[in-house]
């Protein structure tokens, strides 16, 4: 019995479901025991068994097309038993990987490839089995394709709504299953028996694996598992969200302590702190209303309620809330509070309500979950007294490991927006650690600088003031210059807590150093420099302390391909990936790509060399899709991240709505004739629609900011989903040429476009740390024109028509 | 023959005792502080003899063992690692310890920070946060020392009952730098501490207590190894 085209389209849909929530799954298990560009690099390599899958059909295609029958479902069933058991096989003492085990030796290189190899098994398998269903229906490839596209779409959806109520090592296992199934819906007649049998043992496996899921075993060096070492801690509270991972940990000795001033003499509090993924969140302090001094009045952070009395105060990334205690305690009127995590906020105002001293429930205070971005375009102008930032680094915004995460809350746009929101009196607050060689300093002051002049502040210097303490620097920015007795009152707080101005006007050199000398002068040199707009203290640094802008905001990210020369004429190259690792790494997985890709693609080149000509044209084409389209998808997901307000309904939205709208494309294309003529009308027409995009897409976006949810879904589905109609049509018409033209070329065809997406993630990346994403998308044209003339027929030695 | 067989007892009798008197790692040891140590500036006579014989390779977990003088940390379980030769040097160098102090060490560790001090002052003062740490480093150090004291506690409140000291070294990553240490410091003592979120790159940092008026110097960012300029 022939298995019908609606199971086969929706077993295919369900499969592609479970791969895509696989990976999803996989990546926030990896960030749990990782860090997230340890995921991204692991997942890149596991995505190429997708490439691996089409070199194994374009070298056994005729073996694997007669065994199709029987083996489309079992590598089904077994991709799905896979899912379930590979990362717990790695999280055995044996196997675990640890990624800074690879600078200190030992065995750390060896796992690193032990583990590749076993995340690659699940995708390896799946994507055989969906690349020999598209060799067989290669003439109907849009019906197929749209299958694909539109289960993998709905796969993210499945991914998050598995990641909101299991815990991460469950989620994995409950994908698998839908692979299990795919597979015993396409069992014919023949092989249902043997199926089925083989189904239920692996979802016994998988079964087993849900009921049992075993512990996370983080990195010994990730800070959850730093804080699990300090005796009399003990793991409280785990959340599962889609936000990640939430874990409380009541940790008395991890105390909460940034940089107080030598003049404290208490003690500094301990008690719970929040990690998502892993990562340290924030402590949770009981410290309104009944405490005489806030812990944060010994830290530099205290000084712009010494230079003012805000009423009106807006908490950005409010953590846990300290900042809002902070600001009650010294007699706020209202507080907002911004909390994207929803999960946290929750968890503040019941279980931890007691220990965060109810400040999130207090009358004064309101909670808003969004992005600040989106809070800010709906504020008034003239409304806040003070705008608190929390202390750089903290709530995922850090250094290293954090450096190549988009931040648009510390970009100019940013700040401007910050500004319009304040009072005439008003005070823009933010703080970090004092770094050396000093980098989020300068650049911070970089930014503020740019944003005063942006502004409307002629002289920027009268504008901002700074402290600095043995370990952190506040700087303000106030909307009129400081007066005197502002400049008074902050040399008089310097001297009782031991800490030293660090930009003011008229300060005299003695008073920078008098209590916390530095190694250099190169932070006070630079900082003077930068007050007064000097281009050349950016351009000449070490370190890129560029502004950040919306176009580049990657705040913590320091390096970028110009600098290394400098750099490691000035540091061991062993050292700059311990300083900043997120570029490293970065760069690590592109050549690890792109070594990988080259041999996926060359390998079958071998194999085909007796078949036709039109090789290189076919390598142009797909390499072009492959690349072109993930180029778009990833400055989507940035560009939306910030115009929807929250990033992991962002990414969903971006790329289910990119699949949903190319499976219908790929539907379409159905209709269409597979030439070159048809393929280049095709391609002129996505050029068209980028470009539109390159002109309008952020005008647009950022004037639409602040509009109401329906209006903003309206414009979002037409933005993303009208190119990625169009855009899901040029693999399928491809595919059918080829299948008229050089079918053997096919199952190539398919590995080299699944290759190159993964090269495109981390080149798009990189494209976009180095020159911003309107550079991206630039790329973006130029690639769909090379795919638009791919199979141009004056070109070809002979006709490429049908 | 009987000649023949004479002289290879002899030889081989001879030889035991060379071999048990020379020291396979002292090559190691020595090679470690002229390329790594002597190099990059450290020039405190005190801490160059003490690296030179503190067996540092007794200190690290076997498995690590091979790679005991290399220019680089060490994981010694736990989350935790044995200073890179360099910094123990660096942190030893920059407190200028002399044959009559006291040291407090917070963050015994593997316990080599304590040896190289302990060959250098007259005594010397260990806390360990990490039970299971501090009692194998306690064990190691008790074999070669008499004069380290190994405690296990939490470091934040120092060790009152052996204060002051003259100078207070602290390994482990802080954001506070602990009201009760600056406390137990000698008048004219000098702290050297690693500060910063503990989740990031750290500035390792001189503290200097003069009466009522305490100093502070930033030295350079360290995690796992300095990021000193060439």
């Known amino acids: 019995m022939r298995v019908s085209n609606f199971r086969q389209f929706f077993a295919l849909g369900l499969h592609s479901a479970a791969i895509i929530a696989f990976q999803i799954s996989l990546m926030q298990l990896v960030s749990n025991v990782q860090w997230h560009h340890f995921a991204y690099m692991i997942i890149s390599v596991a995505m190429l068994g997708f490439g691996a899958a089409g070199t194994a059909l374009a070298i056994c295609r005729e073996k694997l097309l007669i065994a199709a029958n029987w083996l489309i479902p079992l590598l089904m069933i077994l991709s799905g038993a896979l899912m379930a058991v590979v990362f717990p096989i790695t999280n055995t003492e044996l196997l675990q990987f640890d990624v800074f085990a690879l600078f200190t030796g030992g065995w750390g290189f060896t796992t690193l490839v032990i583990n590749y190899l076993i995340f690659f098994l699940p995708l390896f398998f799946g994507a055989l089995a969906i690349g020999i269903i598209f060799l067989i229906h290669s003439n109907n490839i849009g019906a197929y394709y749209f299958a694909n596209l539109t289960g993998s779409g709905l796969g993210g959806v499945l991914a998050l709504f598995f990641m909101s109520w299991a815990l991460p090592l469950q989620v994995s296992a409950l994908v698998g299953t839908f692979s299990v199934l795919s597979g015993v819906m396409l069992s014919d007649t023949k092989t249902l028996k043997q199926n089925l049998v083989a189904a239920l043992l692996c979802l016994m496996v998988i079964g087993w694996v849900a009921a049992n899921p075993g512990v996370l075993r983080p990195s010994s060096y990730k800070d959850i598992a730093l804080t699990r070492q300090i005796p009399g801690t003990e793991l409280r509270i785990q959340k599962p969200s889609i936000y990640g991972f939430v874990e409380v940990l009541y940790a008395p000795k991890q105390r909460f302590a940034p940089a107080l001033s030598l003049t404290y003499q208490g003690e500094a509090p301990g008690g719970y702190i929040i990690f998502v993924n892993g990562n340290y969140y924030s402590h949770v302090l009981n410290q309104y209303p009944q405490d005489n001094a806030h812990i944060l009045d010994y830290t530099t952070m205290k000084l712009p309620f010494v230079l003012g009395n805000p009423q009106r105060v807006l908490c950005v990334n409010a953590g846990s809330g300290i900042g809002v205690s902070h600001a009650l305690h010294h007699g706020a009127a209202h507080v907002d509070a911004i909390i994207e995590n929803r999960k946290i906020v929750s968890l503040l105002k019941n279980e931890l309500s007691v220990a965060s001293g109810g400040v999130l429930l207090h009358p004064k205070v309101e909670v808003h979950p969004l992005q600040t971005r989106n809070f800010l375009a709906r504020t008034d102008s003239n409304y806040y007294d003070l705008v608190i930032l929390p202390l750089l680094s903290e709530f995922g915004g850090g250094a290293g490991l954090h450096s190549l995460r988009e931040d648009y809350d510390l970009t100019i746009e940013a700040f401007v927006q910050m500004i319009r929101t304040l009072r005439p009196q008003g005070m823009v607050s933010v703080s970090t650690w004092v770094d050396h060689p000093p980098r989020y300093s300068l650049k911070l002051l970089a930014t503020l600088v740019q944003a005063a002049k942006k502004s409307g502040f002629e002289h920027p210097a009268k504008h901002i003031v700074a402290l600095r303490s043995w370990g952190t620097i506040t700087f303000l920015l106030q909307k009129t210059p400081f007066a005197d007795y502002q400049l008074e009152n902050l040399r008089n707080f310097s001297q009782e807590l031991l800490f030293d101005p660090f930009l003011m006007p008229e300060l005299l050199p003695f008073e920078r150093d008098a209590f916390n000398a530095l190694s250099d002068a190169t932070l006070f040199q630079k900082a003077d420099s930068i007050i007064i707009s000097s281009a050349s203290a950016i351009n000449e640094y070490s370190f890129d302390i560029s502004p950040a802008t919306d176009n580049q905001p990657f705040f913590s990210n320091f390096v970028n391909l110009g600098k290394i020369p400098r750099l490691l004429h000035q540091f061991d190259l062993g050292k700059l990936p311990f300083l900043e690792l997120g570029f490293f790494l970065l760069l690590a997985t592109l050549a690890k790509s792109i070594i990988l890709a080259v041999l996926l693609i060359i390998i079958p080149l071998f194999v085909l060399k007796k078949s036709q000509a039109n090789k290189r044209r076919t390598l142009l084409y797909f390499s072009a899709l492959g690349l072109g389209y993930m180029f778009v998808e990833i400055i989507l997901i940035q560009k939306f991240v910030l115009y929807l307000g929250q990033p992991m309904y962002a990414v969903v939205a971006v790329v289910g709505t990119m699949m949903l709208s190319s499976g219908f494309g790929s539907l379409f294309s159905q209709k269409l004739l597979p030439n070159w003529e048809t393929m280049g009308k095709i391609g002129a027409i996505i050029l068209g629609l980028l470009i539109i995009k390159l002109l309008i897409l952020t005008p647009l976006l950022q004037h639409t900011l602040a509009a109401n949810f329906a209006t903003k879904v309206v414009l979002s589905l037409i933005a993303i989903g009208v190119p990625a109609f169009v855009m899901g049509m040029m693999f399928p018409l491809g595919i059918r040429y080829l299948h008229k033209h050089h079918p053997a070329q096919i199952p190539w065809a398919w590995g080299i476009n699944a290759c190159m997406s993964v090269v495109s993630t981390s080149a798009a990346t990189l494209v976009s740390v180095e020159a911003g994403f309107q550079t991206v998308i630039l790329i973006a044209i130029l690639i769909y024109l090379i795919a638009a003339m791919a199979f141009y027929s004056p070109f070809s030695k002979k006709s490429t028509n049908p | ?230």
Do not use: C
């Open chain 2, 1 to 230: 023959m009987n000649y023949r067989v004479g002289l290879w007892v002899l030889s081989v009798l001879l030889a035991i005792p060379v071999g048990f008197a020379s020291d396979p790692t002292e090559g190691f040891r020595r090679r470690m502080v002229e390329t790594q140590i002597i190099q990059r500036g450290i020039s405190h006579p005190a801490t160059i003899r003490a690296l030179k014989a503190v067996p540092r390779h007794k200190y690290v977990p076997p498995e690590q063992r091979r790679f005991a003088y290399a220019d680089r940390p060490l994981p010694i379980g736990f989350g935790q690692t044995i200073s890179q030769p360099y910094i123990v040097a660096f942190m030893t160098e920059i407190i200028d310890p002399k044959p009559h102090y006291r040291v407090l060490e917070i963050g015994t560790g593997s316990g080599y920070q304590a040896a190289i001090l302990a060959e250098i002052v007259d005594r010397v003062y260990t806390i360990e946060i990490i039970p299971a740490l501090g009692l194998r480093a306690g064990e190691v150090l008790d074999r070669y020392y008499d004069n380290v004291e190994v405690k296990i506690a939490d470091g934040f409140y120092g060790w009152a009952d052996a204060a002051p000291f003259d100078a207070i070294v602290v390994t482990a990553a802080s954001g506070v730098i602990p009201p009760p240490l600056i406390e137990q410091l000698r008048d004219g003592g000098r702290m050297i501490i690693p500060v910063g979120s503990p989740y990031m790159v750290q500035q390792l940092m001189l503290v200097t207590k003069r009466g009522n008026r305490i100093e502070t110097r930033n030295l350079m960012p360290v995690r796992f190894v300095p990021f000193t300029r060439n």
